[in-house]
């Protein structure tokens, strides 16, 4: 049971937050923050990429220093990766300044950032407009915060509920780059439970390996990625399970968001695999098929091209399958159908699989024959518009 809160982040007692444009990109809002007045206990997950970003290196030792944290600042238009010391100055440079402004200590702040890589990163439009931003933090809604983390993005991605005894609220982007073992996504999530760091870090470990680590759009996992759950507290003890389930329908919600909005995509997609000996199989077959180009480019093509999906799950890692034993069938509003069973081609009625692929969400079903095991994947098809946003992304 769930009542749907319509302030996002703002709906979280003991959160501020705001968005505002800075001058690190040339017109939209550039710079967002999430501020504890009371403090909060705050864990995060990371990308899994060698290559990171000094944002993310810095993350992950404040995190391990301390549990409990008044800020989180986030800038969009330039990764901060990539760029030598530099970068880790300016990084430093942007603590000091909204430390100072906001006066809390350093050891309370935290700082993501989402853009170009490699480029330097210029901080005098933060200095000289810090006093200004943290002038806007306030509970009215989150809207500016998320709106201040975009990239490619088409659209903001948060939502809030009300759960039995306590709330739960996120706000997250990503377009491209986005890949298993988190992609370039930013995610901000929170509550007004009463959870220590400890707890934070195992439910959000746990839950993103079911949603923002089953999501695809190209294929490309990015140095950036960062995750946060924090808590207020004011809500008091929860049951632990039970948060659990509720965390993973707010966060499957915005990893699904995140793929709805996939760079040029015209139809989200669910890889379904059933019938698999373990979760790990079932797991590596849908993340084979649902990052294969091949696949995606048939998928945009309305193109029910089964034999692209058996080939996609015969070169998934792990243990093998058996095409004898499988079976594959797309689905969608317009109806189902089934082209491969038990190892053989089926007659295909090529109008209705047309019918199918053309609705704007579609379901790949493949049952490998060999146990109960099930996973689902979220990916979306690549496009012309695909190219056209990555072909000119610096220029």
């Given at each position: 049971m769930k009542d749907v809160l319509d302030q996002g982040l703002a709906s979280i007692p003991g959160l501020e937050s705001c968005g505002a444009h800075l001058g690190f990109?040339?017109?939209?809002?550039?710079?967002?923050?999430?501020?504890?007045?009371?403090?909060?206990?705050?864990?995060?997950?990371?990308?899994?990429?060698?290559?990171?970003?000094?944002?993310?290196?810095?993350?992950?030792?404040?995190?391990?220093?301390?549990?409990?944290?008044?800020?989180?600042?986030?800038?969009?238009?330039?990764?901060?990766?990539?760029?030598?010391?530099?970068?880790?100055?300016?990084?430093?440079?942007c603590q000091a300044c909204l430390c100072d402004c906001l006066e809390v200590k350093a050891e309370e702040f935290l700082m993501a950032s989402t853009g170009v890589i490699g480029e330097s990163f210029d901080v005098s439009p933060l200095l000289a407009k810090c006093q200004s931003l943290c002038d806007q933090l306030g509970r009215t809604s989150s809207d500016d915060f998320a709106q201040a983390i975009l990239t490619t993005d088409t659209c903001t991605k948060q939502l809030a509920y009300?759960?039995?005894?306590?709330?739960?609220?996120?706000?997250?982007?990503?377009?491209?780059?986005?890949?298993?073992?988190?992609?370039?996504?930013?995610?901000?999530?929170?509550?007004?439970?009463?959870?220590n760091q400890a707890q934070l870090g195992k439910l959000l470990y746990q839950v993103t390996q079911k949603t923002f680590n089953r999501i695809t759009v190209d294929g490309d996992s990015s140095t950036n990625d960062s995750a946060f759950l924090a808590a207020t507290g004011q809500a008091g003890p929860v049951d632990l399970d039970q948060f659990a389930q509720d965390l993973e329908v707010v966060m499957r919600e915005?990893?699904?968001?995140?793929?709805?909005?996939?760079?040029?995509?015209?139809?989200?997609?669910?890889?379904?695999?059933?019938?698999?000996?373990?979760?790990?199989?079932?797991?590596?077959?849908?993340?084979?098929?649902?990052?294969?180009?091949?696949?995606?480019?048939?998928?945009?093509?309305?193109?029910?091209?089964?034999?692209?999906?058996?080939?996609?799950?015969?070169?998934?890692?792990?243990?093998?399958?058996?095409?004898?034993?499988?079976?594959?069938?797309?689905?969608?509003?317009?109806?189902?159908?089934?082209?491969?069973?038990?190892?053989?081609?089926?007659?295909?009625?090529?109008?209705?699989?047309?019918?199918?692929?053309?609705?704007?969400?579609?379901?790949?079903?493949?049952?490998?024959?060999?146990?109960?095991?099930?996973?689902?994947?979220?990916?979306?098809?690549?496009s012309h518009d695909y190219i056209k946003i990555n072909a000119e992304y610096r220029s």
């Open positions: 990109k040339y017109k939209k809002k550039d710079m967002g923050l999430i501020y504890f007045p009371d403090g909060a206990e705050v864990a995060g997950v990371f990308t899994q990429n060698l290559v990171q970003a000094h944002p993310v290196k810095f993350c992950q030792a404040q995190l391990e220093a301390a549990s409990r944290f008044k800020v989180i600042a986030v800038n969009s238009g330039n990764a901060n990766a990539c760029n030598g010391p530099d970068g880790w100055q300016a990084l430093k440079t009300q759960f039995d005894g306590y709330r739960i609220a996120g706000v997250a982007k990503g377009s491209g780059m986005i890949h298993p073992n988190m992609g370039t996504m930013l995610a901000f999530i929170a509550t007004d439970a009463d959870l915005l990893a699904q968001m995140i793929v709805r909005d996939g760079e040029g995509a015209t139809k989200f997609v669910t890889v379904r695999v059933e019938s698999a000996q373990d979760e790990a199989q079932a797991l590596a077959v849908a993340k084979s098929v649902a990052t294969s180009n091949l696949v995606k480019t048939a998928l945009y093509g309305e193109d029910a091209n089964w034999g692209r999906v058996l080939a996609a799950a015969g070169y998934a890692e792990g243990l093998p399958v058996d095409p004898d034993r499988m079976s594959i069938s797309f689905q969608s509003l317009a109806g189902a159908i089934t082209p491969y069973q038990d190892g053989q081609a089926q007659v295909m009625d090529e109008d209705l699989a047309k019918r199918i692929l053309h609705e704007d969400e579609v379901l790949i079903q493949l049952n490998l024959g060999l146990g109960q095991a099930q996973v689902d994947v979220w990916t979306c098809d690549f």
